[in-house]
RNA sequence: GCAUCUUUAGCUCAGUCGGUUAGAGCGGCGGACUGUUAAUCCGUAGGUCCUAGGUUCAAGUCCUAGAAGAUGCGCCA
């Protein structure tokens, strides 16, 4: 027997006239003589052609939908139309046998909320594979991007006993009893007598902890599971997502916003460049979703062409101050047409004044700057104050993408030991509890700025999907955590 | 958390003004055909109309409550 091969290497590269050996799980068996076959490694299945006379009628009735057969045979040109090559099988052995009654996949278009009730199945499906492999190659884009230009990935910690990152709510990690928890004096639970010997939860930034390694190694990044037990109930927002969180030493705010952009566009590069067919798949997708949208809901330009677009151009860098002028003498603020009209400086931005700068006056990604101190982290740089900005503002930067909104949050951090400790006593976040984190500060500090970014919202931009739940295999959300 | 919408066969959906036995396509099953492309053609089975109350001579259809899902907003990545 020969060796097995890869439908995707096969089509590529294999020639006709010589015996292969493939092995997957069928699509559809038609007119009782082809199988399509897909075995994962790209959406374009190979059709074996079943020599049906001389077959045992039983066993042709097991050539099912979804069943995971192997097929030994030769690869010859086809006679039909529809694809280059086939296989005329010689030998068909079935390993799985898959009961077409009770199987949940058709040969047909299944919508997305059926197919994310069946998440464990829905990898079989061309859009759910397509998705999946491009999360690959984001991902692997990701570390190679950060390698190539020398930075260290770091493990930080997924259980913290830190509860001032004040990035979200947080999940608790305990082995306590939940019936009878041991208490206390005050007659509150007693976390001494936890595992950790005090309280702890799942990290919902590991940024704290990677300013620690950039102040040693210059340049790192982490990319792990992200924690939030926010109630929040949209198509971008995730229990449980994966995060990318660069940190750079002696950086400021233009490096991040550099740094930051680079990537991007070198993993959408990427994706491009080594995803081309699935790209193409989802971005008919796209253009088939809406066709039953109304003109006006419709994208301007193809997922391909999007993604062109976001890379030939540069994204927009603008100011806080700036953006607030721009949506203050845009036409639905003067027409009332904006749920919270804008009336002066200071206020954060609504997604709708988001999605005005991003999709209808710039229509690119926007890098928005230096926003107000007041609506911001305690650990961003603060400003010198400015001619023409009416309050103190801060170094941070979000990059903004049509369709997703915030894709990047980030800034230059505060490097100056009375600078960071008033604004933390300001906000009330206890200094005790930070002693490492403000020990860079008092060693050998130096400017450094780092940034966020959603993994799950990149994969939905590249993919042009538009529910975050149908970007990762198995999502959580509040109420579901199936799977 | 708030608001709006949806829930009818395994899937996608139709179901008029409240009125007889709730329909179609796909899928399943049986058969025909045998170079098909989500094959095609013929036949056939398949229903807790989301749940619980209520209005009515009569409820898939109207009302109330609940559940699940979708979308938007808030929180953010």
């Known amino acids: 027997m020969s060796k097995r091969i890869k439908i995707a290497e096969l089509l590529q590269s294999s020639k006709t006239g010589t015996t292969v050996n493939v092995k997957g799980w069928i699509r559809t068996f038609r007119n009782n003589q082809f199988i399509a076959l897909n075995d994962g490694s790209t959406n374009t299945n190979i059709q074996v052609v079943v020599d049906f006379e001389n077959t045992d009628p039983a066993e042709l009735k097991r050539y099912t939908t979804g069943a995971a057969i192997g097929v030994e045979g030769e690869l010859v040109s086809s006679q039909g139309k529809g694809q280059t090559v086939e296989i005329i099988a010689r030998r068909i052995e079935v390993y799985g046998d898959c009961d077409a009654e009770v199987y949940p996949l058709q040969p047909k278009k299944h919508s997305l909320e059926f197919l994310r009730e069946i998440a464990h199945l829905r990898f079989r499906t061309n859009t759910f594979a397509a998705v999946f492999r491009v999360r690959h190659a984001l991902a692997f884009a990701i570390h190679k991007f950060f390698n190539d230009k020398g930075f260290v990935y770091i493990h930080t910690p997924i259980i913290t006993a830190s509860d001032a990152e004040g990035a979200g709510e947080m999940f608790r990690v305990t082995t306590l009893d939940a019936v009878k928890p041991p208490m206390n004096e005050a007659g509150e639970v007693d976390f001494s007598k936890d595992f950790f010997g005090r309280a702890a939860n799942l990290t919902v930034s590991g940024q704290l902890e990677a300013e620690l390694g950039a102040l040693a190694l210059s340049e790192v990044y982490t990319f792990g599971p992200t924690f939030r037990a926010e109630n929040s109930n949209t198509t971008r927002h995730l229990a449980e997502f994966w995060m990318i969180e660069p940190?750079?030493?002696?950086?400021?705010?233009?490096?991040?916003?550099?740094?930051?952009?680079?990537?991007?566009?070198?993993?959408?590069?990427?994706?491009?460049?080594?995803?081309?067919?699935?790209?193409?798949?989802?971005?008919?997708?796209?253009?088939?979703?809406?066709?039953?949208?109304?003109?006006?809901?419709?994208?301007?330009?193809?997922?391909?062409?999007?993604?062109?677009?976001?890379?030939?151009?540069?994204?927009?860098?603008?100011?806080?101050?700036?953006?607030?002028?721009?949506?203050?003498?845009?036409?639905?603020?003067?027409?009332?047409?904006?749920?919270?009209?804008?009336?002066?400086?200071?206020?954060?931005?609504?997604?709708?004044?988001?999605?005005?700068?991003?999709?209808?006056?710039?229509k690119k990604p926007v890098i928005l700057t230096n926003y107000p101190a007041e609506i911001k982290a305690f650990y961003m740089r603060q400003d010198d104050p400015k001619e023409g900005v009416p309050g103190p503002t801060v170094a941070a930067m979000d990059i903004l993408f049509p369709g997703i909104g915030e894709i990047v949050g980030g800034s230059q951090r505060e490097e100056r030991l009375d600078r960071l400790t008033a604004k933390m006593r300001e906000m009330h976040i206890p200094e005790e509890e930070m002693y490492w984190y403000l020990d860079t500060r008092r060693f050998g500090t130096c400017p450094h700025a780092g940034y966020g970014l959603g993994f799950e919202r990149l994969v939905l931009f590249v993919t042009g999907m538009t529910n975050i739940r149908d970007v990762i295999a198995f999502p959580r959300t509040p109420g579901n955590a199936e799977f």
């Not at 491009?272 to 008919?284: G, I, K």
């Not at 860098?317 to 047409?337: C, F, G, M, V, W």
């Open 247 to 362: 940190e750079v030493a002696f950086a400021d705010l233009q490096d991040n916003m550099d740094l930051a952009e680079d990537m991007l566009k070198y993993v959408i590069r990427y994706a491009m460049d080594n995803c081309r067919e699935d790209l193409e798949f989802l971005s008919n997708r796209q253009a088939e979703e809406e066709k039953s949208m109304p003109q006006n809901e419709r994208s301007e330009m193809s997922l391909t062409q999007k993604l062109e677009f976001c890379l030939a151009n540069d994204f927009e860098r603008i100011t806080y101050t700036e953006a607030i002028d721009i949506l203050r003498n845009s036409n639905p603020n003067k027409r009332k047409q904006f749920k919270y009209l804008i009336d002066g400086w200071g206020a954060d931005l609504q997604s709708e004044h988001e999605r005005f700068l991003v999709e209808k006056h710039f």
